[in-house]
């Protein structure tokens, strides 16, 4: 039976709390958190990880030990653990708890079974084991334990940030779900009520510190003025507590909400076992009428608040509620008839707060409090929509089935077309450059410029020497004898996201840099949009982006399409293609917002300290901005979607460059030798060994 | 779920191993001469179908025999006959054993106990549970140590059986207690055995479920037989569809509601959601939970079935979850929106209000992904971010849903449908 007296004896500040298999994923994630939370985490143990350290953003961080009698024997006497979480893999549970009793006897006083899918047989066997040997076991499947005056907490209770749901105060929340104890404790407080202890019994069908030996350190626990008990159906685990609490005259009062009544009668029904064994007393219904007994009220309408105060000043039992929300109102009913002050001031009040409402025709049949209205909301969201949903940037097109059918092109029997331009016109009239942008942008270029500025992409797209990775493959495809469309598709299939691909990420910067500006005709200059400052402030946020990635070891997003390996040997770097298209612009009077302010990122990185070097404008970032100068004033004006915007760049590369990839071909099909690009054995390397 | 297993599969994998007297069986399809044979040796048999349901005999499909042409019909006609709505496997004919005395028997688990125990009772039927305590006893087992000898004789005189039946009985209730805890059961059953004054005991009626965290059941090497089961069209294509992966969960069970379609991500919250909105009246047609992280292609079908069975009878769409840790909300939600527009597009607009609720990682493109698709269906929206509480935004869906439905044509989209911001044009123009 349970050791502890009180409620603290199940946690409390100072306790030392060991994790079993620490370094499993969710344990070293819960242990870190705790750890910023409470730092009551003083070591680990998992088989064949001896030596490793959980690393904690506060710097405390977590020694791994091997096996828990190493553990143990290692430890200095004030960091020997006397709590125990068990986030060992189901097989491993009963053989981990009982190293725990063999080696921890003595010094652990409490074990905390985390782990879900453990067999009922094991279950009930930790129970056997822990009441011979004067072990607490809390468990299996539950979520832990927190303890919110001592701001101390065990497992994953109050998730990623238990601060933020639990706040001080006087309820005690017992539950069979972990994540009810949660959002209960956000709940209470819009009822000015804070929390004492929040206990996540566990939802397997033992629950082995169950709720009458919980209800029973409630009671006793000087900080619980009230207990909200979450329970769900199976086990007669409430109707020994309430038997208990009538016997012993138990004086603190109970909200309680009891879930699960919607599945009766829907489920497959209980053999005669469990009928015989668990009787009448398991089902959500015969629990919600125990507790209604118990009580001696009807189940809690907050229409009827004064009712119940005059009642509930009577019974001084507590309140059952019928939905989790019913929660504050019955709360402040329950202060009332008790005449208790709140913990605290309420927190904002539980209400609808709608983000995004567009109810159309049907707003006007509803009553008015069907109608909700968006108000102001919560940070970060408020910025975020503003930005990603109400800023209208790009297009918003409809779908339907495409099947046999296209916006792009057409044919009536006569004429083929582009967008609704005839081909045969196009063939007379305008160049290939033109007519491709038709069909990508959905209508004729606007300016003639754009089309040579897009020839001139294409044309530096072309190649950059036989050894890129592109003209690689479409030499493969000679010298395996292939034809040559494979050497084009081969080509097309050896650029990508890094080799050629990167202007994507360019355009997805410029967009993001440019989205909250006032940006209309990116040929202009004089708009008012300050390019340092935007510069500066991307700069800023890259640094402190690249600083927190590699303090946390990983790796960070580089600014796209800056820099190059070949052009990269001065102390200010220029890819000449680029230059090539700069000195288009400049002598034509022309003027690309984009790449200008490509150019002065690549100055501001290196003045801030970002670079070592002023990194070339690449090539792609070239075509980029080419292609983003043409996208932008339709992006604006919503004739064309983000994504397609993203697109035009890599297209462009892939255009050019498989016109490259065919010249490549038939250079090396006519003059290179059969199978002459294969490696001979003698160069290959093995990185293993031989096993058979 | 948990294995169950009834009679037949007592008879054949389980009572010869454990060493239970069990009495003998054929099964159907059965040569008649084999039928014959058996009766002329037993006297009489009892046909059964092979269904993993009670109330068997309620049904009327328990049958004593004596006749094995009699027999032979019977075996057919009930192994074609559904029990509570549920098809036999088969059927069954067991030898029937004569008894001066029946005891009914369960070992299972128990909550107050938290341990194993064994309970005893001389009344059975369906009302068993309404026994009175001086017929039934309930003995704790030491889950260590187990059921001796003694124990169960104990147990037995309680209930005032003595002399060579009680010691006979008592060795079978050890055998079950063996069978028990070392294939793993949750719980089993028989009931009853029937019993002579001169102490012969058969097992008659088998009920066990193993638990399926316990991996002794598996240790067994038997592969037990896959009863046909009562689910509906949609809870069985949603049941193959999970199966069919393990990214991401896709758990369904019909409710038989008729005005809530609800998608909803979660464990707990899926049934806090599906709780409040049953007593609040908002009619939910099931429950779900389809958390876990599942990737794009794998929520778009499972969401694809949802509307298949149910979107053209649905008057409100609910997709609501807590705040995830790890599901993207952004994947799902595009995954969900272009379900959506699919089933528009082959089956027509539909223009029922849809109520959305939910935080986690990728939450804004999430809900401008959905937004875009809602607003080009012309759907009216109201969208909830986590700082509602989710018991609140079922509250309000479980009221807007049961407002009485508006004529399809009034309700249709108009050309006076609200401003649609971020719609574009739905072609570009050349």
Same mark, same amino acid.
């Given at each position: 039976?349970?050791?502890?007296?009180?409620?603290?004896?199940?946690?409390?500040?100072?306790?030392?709390?060991?994790?079993?298999?620490?370094?499993?994923?969710?344990?070293?994630?819960?242990?870190?958190?705790?750890?910023?939370?409470?730092?009551?985490?003083?070591?680990?143990?998992?088989?064949?990880?001896?030596?490793?350290?959980?690393?904690?953003?506060?710097?405390?961080?977590?020694?791994?030990?091997?096996?828990?009698?190493?553990?143990?024997?290692?430890?200095?006497?004030?960091?020997?653990?006397?709590?125990?979480?068990?986030?060992?893999?189901?097989?491993?549970?009963?053989?981990?708890?009982?190293?725990?009793?063999?080696?921890?006897?003595?010094?652990?006083?409490?074990?905390?079974?985390?782990?879900?899918?453990?067999?009922?047989?094991?279950?009930?066997?930790?129970?056997? @084991?822990?009441?011979?040997?004067?072990?607490?076991?809390?468990?299996?499947?539950?979520?832990?334990?927190?303890?919110?005056?001592?701001?101390?907490?065990?497992?994953?209770?109050?998730?990623?940030?238990?601060?933020?749901?639990?706040?001080?105060?006087?309820?005690?929340?017992?539950?069979? &779900?972990?994540?009810?104890?949660?959002?209960?404790?956000?709940?209470?407080?819009?009822?000015?009520?804070?929390?004492?202890?929040?206990?996540?019994?566990?939802?397997?069908?033992?629950?082995?510190?169950?709720?009458?030996?919980?209800?029973?350190?409630?009671?006793?626990?000087?900080?619980?003025?009230?207990?909200?008990?979450?329970?769900?159906?199976?086990?007669?685990?409430?109707?020994?507590?309430?038997?208990?609490?009538?016997?012993?005259?138990?004086?603190?009062?109970?909200?309680?909400?009891?879930?699960?009544?919607?599945?009766?009668?829907?489920?497959?029904?209980?053999?005669?076992?469990?009928?015989?064994?668990?009787?009448?007393?398991?089902?959500?219904?015969?629990?919600?009428?125990?507790?209604?007994?118990?009580?001696?009220?009807?189940?809690?309408?907050?229409?009827?608040?004064?009712?119940?105060?005059?009642?509930?000043?009577?019974?001084?039992?507590?309140?059952?509620?019928?939905?989790?929300?019913?929660?504050?109102?019955?709360?402040?009913?329950?202060?009332?008839?008790?005449?208790?002050?709140?913990?605290?001031?309420?927190?904002?009040?539980?209400?609808?707060?709608?983000?995004?409402?567009?109810?159309?025709?049907?707003?006007?049949?509803?009553?008015?409090?069907?109608?909700?209205?968006?108000?102001?909301?919560?940070?970060?969201?408020?910025?975020?929509?503003?930005?990603?949903?109400?800023?209208?940037?790009?297009?918003?097109?409809?779908?339907?089935?495409?099947? *046999?059918?296209?916006?792009?092109?057409?044919?009536?029997?006569?004429?083929?077309?582009?967008?609704?331009?005839?081909?045969?016109?196009?063939?007379?009239?305008?160049?290939?450059?033109?007519?491709?942008?038709?069909?990508?942008?959905?209508?004729?270029?606007?300016?003639?410029?754009?089309?040579?500025?897009?020839?001139?992409?294409?044309?530096? +797209?072309?190649?950059?020497?036989?050894?890129?990775?592109?003209?690689?493959?479409?030499?493969?495809?000679?010298?395996?004898?292939?034809?040559?469309?494979?050497?084009?598709?081969?080509?097309?299939?050896?650029?990508?996201?890094?080799?050629?691909?990167?202007?994507?990420?360019?355009?997805?910067?410029?967009?993001?840099?440019?989205?909250?500006?006032?940006?209309?005709?990116?040929?202009?200059?004089?708009?008012?949009?300050?390019?340092?400052?935007?510069?500066?402030?991307?700069?800023?946020? $890259?640094?402190?982006?690249?600083?927190?990635?590699?303090?946390?070891?990983?790796?960070?997003?580089?600014?796209?399409?800056?820099?190059?390996?070949? $052009?990269?040997?001065?102390?200010?770097?220029?890819?000449?293609?680029?230059?090539?298209?700069?000195?288009?612009?400049?002598?034509?009077?022309?003027?690309?917002?984009?790449?200008?302010?490509?150019?002065?990122?690549?100055?501001?990185?290196?003045?801030?300290?970002?670079?070592?070097?002023?990194? +070339?404008?690449?090539?792609?970032?070239?075509?980029?901005?080419?292609?983003?100068?043409?996208?932008?004033?339709?992006?604006?004006?919503?004739?064309?979607?983000?994504?397609?915007?993203?697109?035009?760049? $890599?297209?462009?590369?892939?255009?050019?460059?498989?016109?490259?990839?065919?010249?490549?071909? @038939?250079?090396?099909?006519?003059?290179?030798?059969?199978?002459?690009?294969?490696?001979?054995?003698?160069?290959?390397?093995?990185?293993?060994?031989?096993?058979? | 779920?948990?294995?169950?297993?009834?009679?037949?599969?007592?008879?054949?994998?389980? +009572?010869?191993?454990?060493?239970?007297?069990?009495?003998?069986?054929?099964?159907?399809?059965?040569?008649?001469?084999?039928?014959?044979?058996?009766?002329?040796?037993?006297?009489?048999?009892?046909?059964?179908?092979?269904?993993?349901?009670?109330?068997?005999?309620?049904?009327?499909?328990?049958?004593?025999?004596?006749?094995?042409?009699?027999?032979?019909?019977?075996?057919?006609?009930?192994?074609?006959?559904?029990?509570?709505?549920?098809?036999?496997?088969?059927?069954?004919?067991?030898?029937?054993?004569?008894?001066?005395?029946?005891?009914?028997?369960?070992?299972?688990?128990?909550?107050?106990?938290?341990?194993?125990?064994?309970?005893?009772?001389?009344?059975?039927?369906?009302?068993?549970?309404?026994?009175?305590?001086?017929?039934?006893?309930?003995?704790?087992?030491?889950?260590?140590?187990?059921?001796?000898?003694?124990?169960?004789?104990?147990?037995?005189?309680?209930?005032?059986?003595?002399?060579?039946?009680?010691?006979?009985?008592?060795?079978?209730?050890? &055998?079950?207690?063996?069978?028990?805890?070392?294939?793993?059961?949750?719980?089993?059953?028989?009931?009853?055995?029937?019993?002579?004054?001169?102490?012969?005991?058969?097992?008659?009626?088998?009920?066990?479920?193993?638990?399926?965290? *316990?991996?002794?059941?598996?240790?067994?090497?038997?592969?037990?037989?896959?009863?046909?089961?009562?689910?509906?069209?949609?809870?069985?294509?949603?049941?193959?569809?999970?199966?069919?992966?393990?990214?991401?969960?896709?758990?369904?069970?019909?409710?038989?509601?008729?005005?809530?379609?609800?998608?909803?991500?979660?464990?707990?919250?899926?049934?806090?959601?599906?709780?409040?909105?049953?007593?609040?009246?908002?009619?939910?047609?099931?429950?779900?939970?389809?958390?876990?992280?599942?990737?794009?292609?794998?929520?778009?079908?499972?969401?694809?079935?949802?509307?298949?069975?149910?979107?053209?009878?649905?008057?409100?769409?609910?997709?609501?979850?807590?705040?995830?840790?790890?599901?993207?909300?952004?994947?799902?939600?595009?995954?969900?929106?272009?379900?959506?527009?699919?089933?528009?597009?082959?089956?027509?607009?539909?223009?029922?209000?849809?109520?959305?609720?939910?935080?986690?990682?990728?939450?804004?493109?999430?809900?401008?992904?959905?937004?875009?698709?809602?607003?080009?269906?012309?759907?009216?929206?109201?969208?909830?971010?986590?700082?509602?509480?989710?018991?609140?935004?079922?509250?309000?869906?479980?009221?807007?849903?049961?407002?009485?439905?508006?004529?399809?044509?009034?309700?249709?989209?108009?050309?006076?449908?609200?401003?649609?911001?971020?719609?574009?044009?739905?072609?570009?123009?050349?």
């Amino acid at each position: 039976m349970i050791k502890a007296k009180s409620l603290s004896d199940l946690l409390k500040k100072g306790d030392r709390v060991a994790v079993s298999n620490i370094t499993g994923r969710e344990a070293s994630a819960v242990s870190c958190v705790s750890q910023v939370y409470c730092n009551n985490v003083v070591a680990g143990w998992s088989l064949g990880k001896a030596g490793r350290t959980i690393t904690v953003p506060s710097g405390d961080d977590i020694p791994v030990f091997g096996q828990f009698d190493q553990m143990m024997n290692d430890l200095p006497e004030d960091k020997k653990p006397n709590k125990i979480i068990v986030y060992s893999p189901p097989e491993a549970v009963y053989g981990d708890v009982k190293e725990v009793i063999e080696h921890g006897k003595g010094q652990v006083e409490t074990m905390y079974v985390i782990t879900e899918n453990v067999s009922i047989e094991v279950t009930a066997k930790l129970r056997r @084991l822990c009441d011979q040997e004067g072990f607490d076991i809390v468990g299996c499947n539950t979520l832990g334990v927190i303890n919110v005056h001592d701001q101390v907490r065990v497992g994953a209770v109050g998730g990623d940030s238990p601060a933020e749901s639990f706040l001080p105060g006087s309820a005690c929340i017992l539950s069979n &779900s972990g994540n009810m104890v949660n959002t209960i404790a956000s709940y209470l407080q819009s009822a000015g009520l804070g929390v004492s202890y929040g206990v996540a019994t566990g939802k397997d069908p033992l629950i082995l510190t169950p709720m009458k030996r919980l209800l029973g350190l409630a009671e006793r626990d000087e900080r619980t003025k009230l207990i909200v008990l979450y329970v769900e159906p199976g086990g007669t685990y409430e109707h020994e507590a309430l038997e208990m609490a009538r016997a012993e005259g138990f004086t603190k009062p109970l909200l309680v909400y009891v879930a699960g009544s919607f599945a009766e009668g829907k489920n497959v029904s209980l053999g005669h076992a469990g009928a015989v064994v668990e009787g009448n007393l398991t089902t959500a219904t015969a629990k919600m009428a125990l507790f209604d007994e118990y009580l001696g009220l009807p189940v809690f309408n907050p229409d009827h608040q004064k009712e119940f105060v005059a009642q509930l000043a009577q019974t001084r039992r507590g309140l059952r509620v019928n939905t989790l929300h019913d929660l504050v109102p019955a709360a402040a009913t329950l202060l009332a008839a008790m005449e208790w002050e709140r913990d605290m001031m309420p927190k904002s009040p539980l209400v609808l707060k709608p983000w995004l409402v567009n109810l159309g025709p049907l707003a006007g049949k509803l009553p008015n409090r069907l109608v909700p209205h968006v108000e102001a909301i919560i940070e970060p969201y408020g910025s975020l929509i503003k930005k990603y949903i109400h800023s209208g940037l790009g297009r918003t097109p409809s779908r339907q089935s495409m099947r *046999n059918a296209s916006h792009a092109s057409s044919n009536d029997g006569v004429t083929p077309r582009v967008w609704g331009y005839s081909l045969l016109n196009q063939m007379k009239a305008h160049s290939f450059v033109k007519s491709v942008l038709l069909y990508w942008l959905g209508e004729p270029v606007r300016y003639e410029f754009e089309a040579r500025l897009f020839e001139m992409s294409l044309i530096a +797209a072309l190649t950059n020497g036989p050894g890129t990775i592109s003209a690689q493959g479409a030499k493969l495809c000679a010298s395996a004898g292939n034809d040559p469309h494979v050497a084009m598709m081969t080509t097309l299939g050896t650029i990508g996201e890094t080799h050629g691909g990167n202007g994507r990420l360019a355009a997805k910067l410029l967009i993001d840099v440019f989205s909250n500006t006032t940006l209309v005709d990116p040929y202009r200059r004089d708009q008012g949009i300050a390019l340092d400052e935007l510069a500066a402030a991307h700069v800023s946020t $890259f640094k402190k982006h690249k600083a927190a990635a590699k303090e946390a070891g990983i790796d960070y997003a580089k600014v796209p399409c800056l820099g190059h390996p070949v $052009f990269n040997k001065a102390t200010v770097n220029h890819d000449p293609r680029e230059r090539i298209i700069s000195a288009y612009l400049e002598e034509n009077d022309l003027y690309n917002i984009f790449l200008d302010f490509y150019h002065r990122l690549a100055k501001e990185l290196y003045s801030q300290q970002a670079t070592s070097k002023v990194h +070339a404008v690449n090539v792609d970032a070239a075509i980029t901005c080419v292609l983003m100068g043409i996208a932008w004033p339709r992006l604006v004006e919503k004739q064309m979607t983000v994504e397609r915007a993203l697109d035009l760049p $890599f297209l462009a590369f892939a255009l050019g460059r498989v016109a490259g990839g065919a010249g490549e071909y @038939l250079d090396h099909r006519e003059t290179g030798t059969e199978m002459d690009m294969r490696v001979p054995v003698a160069e290959c390397r093995t990185l293993g060994r031989a096993r058979d | 779920m948990n294995v169950r297993v009834g009679e037949l599969g007592f008879l054949k994998e389980l +009572a010869g191993r454990f060493k239970i007297p069990a009495p003998d069986y054929v099964v159907e399809p059965v040569a008649q001469s084999v039928v014959r044979e058996k009766l002329e040796r037993w006297g009489a048999g009892i046909i059964k179908p092979d269904v993993l349901t009670g109330k068997r005999g309620k049904a009327g499909m328990v049958r004593t025999v004596t006749d094995y042409r009699e027999a032979v019909r019977m075996l057919k006609q009930v192994a074609a006959t559904e029990v509570s709505g549920q098809q036999p496997r088969t059927a069954y004919m067991v030898q029937s054993v004569p008894a001066d005395l029946e005891v009914f028997s369960a070992i299972t688990y128990h909550s107050g106990l938290l341990g194993p125990s064994l309970t005893l009772s001389l009344e059975g039927g369906v009302d068993i549970e309404s026994v009175a305590d001086s017929a039934k006893a309930t003995i704790p087992v030491c889950v260590f140590r187990g059921l001796n000898a003694y124990e169960a004789s104990e147990a037995l005189s309680k209930l005032g059986l003595d002399g060579q039946l009680n010691a006979n009985l008592a060795r079978c209730l050890v &055998s079950l207690w063996d069978l028990f805890i070392s294939t793993g059961m949750l719980s089993c059953e028989i009931n009853p055995w029937r019993v002579t004054r001169s102490g012969e005991v058969h097992a008659c009626d088998f009920k066990a479920t193993f638990d399926e965290n *316990n991996r002794k059941f598996r240790d067994l090497g038997i592969q037990w037989p896959e009863y046909p089961t009562n689910e509906t069209p949609f809870e069985e294509e949603m049941k193959d569809w999970a199966a069919s992966s393990y990214r991401g969960q896709a758990h369904v069970s019909d409710l038989g509601g008729k005005r809530i379609l609800p998608i909803l991500f979660g464990g707990g919250a899926s049934t806090i959601i599906i709780e409040t909105l049953s007593q609040l009246g908002g009619d939910p047609i099931f429950l779900s939970d389809f958390g876990g992280n599942p990737p794009y292609e794998r929520m778009k079908q499972t969401a694809a079935i949802c509307f298949k069975h149910y979107l053209g009878e649905a008057t409100l769409l609910l997709i609501l979850g807590g705040k995830a840790n790890n599901t993207r909300i952004d994947v799902t939600f595009a995954a969900i929106a272009d379900a959506l527009q699919e089933w528009v597009d082959e089956h027509g607009p539909r223009d029922i209000p849809v109520v959305v609720g939910r935080g986690g990682p990728g939450l804004i493109q999430g809900l401008g992904q959905l937004k875009k698709t809602l607003d080009n269906l012309g759907m009216p929206y109201v969208f909830f971010g986590p700082d509602t509480p989710i018991t609140m935004v079922a509250a309000y869906a479980a009221e807007l849903a049961s407002l009485p439905a508006e004529p399809q044509a009034e309700a249709a989209p108009s050309t006076d449908a609200a401003p649609q911001t971020d719609a574009a044009p739905q072609e570009v123009t050349s």
